[in-house]
Every structure is written in C-alpha cells, then in structure tokens.
C-alpha cells in the first residue's frame, strides 16, 4: 500500500516546550489512522503539522521533515496549494454566516470555478459525501446556521470535501455531538476512506475502535506504538498503551 504522508523523525515546540520528540512513521493511501493519547500528549500538534496550521502560531519551531506525495510540508508546498490537498474539519463546527449553497460554494470559487450549474453539481456531490444531501436539499438557501449542531459538522466535512482533497484531518470532529450525530459523522468517514486518506485525532478510543483501520498512541510528544486497531486494543506491545487503551489511565 502507498505512503502518502511520510513523518520523519518529526520533533516540535511552542516558545521553547517540546510538544512532539522525533516522531517517525507513515500514513497509507485510504486508510483511517486514529491518533489517540492523554491531553498534552502532541496529538493536535502533530495533526496540525501536517497542513502547517501550527504555523499560525508564535514561537512554533519544527525540525525533520513532513513529506506529502514525496514532497517537503516546509520547503516543497505553497501553504494554499497545501491546505486545500489537505484538508482539516475543527472540533466545534465553524460554518460561514451565508447560505448552505454558498458555504459549499466558497472554497470553489475561491479556485476560479464561478460556472452556477458547476458548482451546483459540486454542493450536490459534496452534500451526498459526508451524508447531509438528503436533509438539507430543499434548504440550499437557508443560513448554515440553522442546521443542528451534527448537521453542521457534517456540512463542515462537506465544504472541506468541495475542493477536493487528497487527506482530511479531523481533530476531536464528534467532541461536541450526540451519539446520534456522531454516528452519522462515523459513517461518512468510514465511506470517505474509499476516495481519501484520513487522519483522526480523538480522545475517545471507543470511536478510534470503531472506525480506525490503524491506531497510534502518543504520549508526553512521543509516538509510543503504531499498530493494527484490533492489535493495539487487544495485543499492544507497550504497557503504556495497554495501559491507556484499558482505562487505567488517562
């Protein structure tokens, strides 16, 4: 199976403290990787690497290398070409004060694309991806911020998808939803995973359980194990992990 994200010995800090120690591993092409460990443990850091988010932030620093089809995050990518390759869906949902239509429509347009039966057919496909075009087909022009919380997560996933991404990382997407929007969300990700590769960050390891194809387990800013989900549930090979994946901690 291709590498599509390539981390080597990946090392970062924020004013001077450490948040990930010499990070090393790969994420394949359509797969879900969940990134689980206690807070603090440079799971956000990391993500955010990978589309240089962190760099929003002063006093961030980084050394070794993020590869991305082969190319340097740092040195090989323009930031705009590399976020929309890469896209992120955020913990609380952020739609745009403007209509569904146009929320799905702001990132294309953005790119040049301004043809209305184009982007038409661009809301549509993005809609039925992250499972919300049947709720919200009559509804195109109402105010995104109409929709219920969950709908609004999954119409965050919609917009991320409208410009068509290779990778889409999400941090924490189901923190602030109901179990039944959550399951929604989980089942538009296990879908995507045909057409993108995925790199979850969650605090909750049954969700890592349920959707992930592999897991890996940080702590303190150290990858501890990166494994098969059902090995790293049933068989890690770290006490530190079994100790986290059972409750004992964390």
Not at 205 to 220: I, Y
Not at 231 to 250: A, C, L, N, Q, W
């Amino acid at each position: 199976m291709v590498d599509v994200i390539q981390v080597d010995r990946l090392s970062a800090a924020f004013g001077g403290v450490p948040a990930l120690k010499n990070v090393h591993f790969s994420v394949r092409e359509r797969e879900i990787l969940g990134v689980i460990g206690p807070a603090n443990s440079g799971k956000t850091t990391f993500l955010r690497t990978l589309n240089r988010m962190n760099d929003l932030y002063p006093g961030f620093r980084h050394d070794g290398r993020v590869l991305i089809d082969g190319r340097d995050v740092y040195r090989e990518w323009d930031t705009s070409e590399l976020r929309k390759k890469v896209g992120m869906v955020f913990a609380l949902p952020t739609p745009l004060p403007i209509s569904v239509f146009d929320n799905l429509a702001y990132g294309p347009r953005r790119h040049g694309i301004q043809n209305r039966g184009r982007l038409g057919d661009i809301v549509e496909k993005s809609l039925k991806a992250a499972y919300l075009w049947d709720e919200v087909k009559d509804r195109l022009g109402e105010p995104a911020l109409k929709l219920s919380g969950g709908q609004q997560q999954r119409l965050c996933i919609a917009r991320t998808l409208a410009v068509e991404p290779q990778i889409i990382l999400f941090d924490e997407p189901c923190s602030g939803l109901d179990p039944i929007s959550t399951a929604k969300v989980e089942e538009a990700m296990m879908e995507l995973k045909n057409q993108y590769t995925l790199v979850l960050v969650t605090n909750n390891t049954k969700q890592a359980a349920r959707v992930s194809d592999r897991v890996a387990f940080f702590l303190m800013g150290e990858l501890i194990e990166i494994d098969e989900t059902e090995k790293i549930f049933t068989v890690p090979k770290d006490e530190r992990t079994e100790g986290y994946v059972s409750g004992r901690y964390g």
